[in-house]
C-alpha cells in the first residue's frame, strides 16, 4: 500500500497549494501560540479556503482548552484533529470529530499504553520526545521502539528526504509526517524540498 503523506506546519496559502499539488494526502495547521509555525483560525480559514477536496486538513492543538478547539472548529473546515499534548482520551474524544494523538517516544511502552489509552483514535503519531518541547523538534528517535499497533500508525519526527526511504522501509507506517525536514526556515516550507521528499515516498 502506498504510504500516505501528512505535511504539517504549514503557515502560507502557497505552500498549502503546492503541497496539495505535490501529492501531499493531509496538511498540517499547527494552532499552539508558542510554535514558530502557529497560525490564527482566521489566518488558516485563509490557507484551506482554496484547497480541492479530498485532502485531509489536519488541525494540531497542544493542551489547549476545549473551547479554544470549538471555536477553532467553527472557523476552519477541519477533517481531523490532532492533539501533541498531554490530553487525556476522555478530552480527545468530546469533540466527535475523527482525532489522531502524538505519542512523544521515549520507550516502547509508551506506544502500547497509548494504543490502549486511546482506542477510539483513528491512528497514533510518533514523534521523538524532547524534554519541555512538545513537537517539531526536527529529532529522529530510535524506531525500533515501534511495534504493531492495533490502529494506523504515522511516523514523525526528523524525517528528510535523506531518511524517509529507510524509515518506511523499516516502520511501514500508514503515513509519514514531516515539517521541519521541508522547510527553508522555520514556518517556511521549500517546495524543492516538498517536491524532493514526495519523490522519495513515492520510491521508496
Ligand atoms: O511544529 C511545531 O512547532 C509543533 C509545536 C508543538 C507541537 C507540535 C509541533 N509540530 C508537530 C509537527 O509538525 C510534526 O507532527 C512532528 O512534530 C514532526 O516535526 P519535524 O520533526 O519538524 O518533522
Request: aromatic content about 8%; overall charge neutral.
Amino acid at each position: 500500500m502506498r504510504t500516505r503523506v501528512k505535511i504539517c506546519g504549514i503557515t502560507r496559502r502557497q505552500d498549502a497549494e503546492f503541497a496539495v499539488k505535490s501529492g501531499a494526502d493531509a496538511i498540517g495547521l499547527v494552532f499552539y501560540e508558542p510554535s514558530p509555525r502557529a497560525v490564527t483560525a482566521a489566518q488558516a480559514a485563509l490557507i484551506t479556503a482554496q484547497l480541492p477536496p479530498f485532502v485531509a486538513i489536519v488541525g494540531l492543538f497542544v493542551n489547549a482548552s476545549a473551547e479554544m478547539v470549538r471555536q477553532t472548529l467553527e472557523q476552519v473546515p477541519l477533517s481531523l484533529l490532532q492533539f501533541h499534548g498531554d490530553e487525556s482520551a476522555e478530552f480527545c474524544e468530546q469533540f466527535n470529530m475523527p482525532y489522531i494523538k502524538a505519542v512523544r517516544m521515549q520507550t516502547a511502552a509508551d506506544l502500547t499504553h497509548a494504543d490502549m489509552q486511546f482506542s477510539k483514535a483513528s491512528a497514533l503519531l510518533l514523534d521523538s520526545y524532547q524534554h519541555g518541547v512538545p513537537g517539531g523538534t526536527g529529532q529522529t528517535f530510535d524506531w525500533s521502539m515501534i511495534t504493531a499497533i492495533s490502529k494506523p500508525l504515522i511516523l514523525a519526527g526528523g524525517l528528510t528526504t535523506d531518511n524517509v526511504a529507510a524509515a518506511i522501509k523499516q516502520v511501514s507506517p500508514y503515513a509519514v509526517d514531516v515539517s521541519g525536514g521541508v522547510e527553508e526556515s522555520k514556518g517556511l516550507k521549500s517546495n524543492n524540498k516538498i517536491s524532493a521528499f514526495m519523490r522519495e515516498v513515492a520510491n521508496a
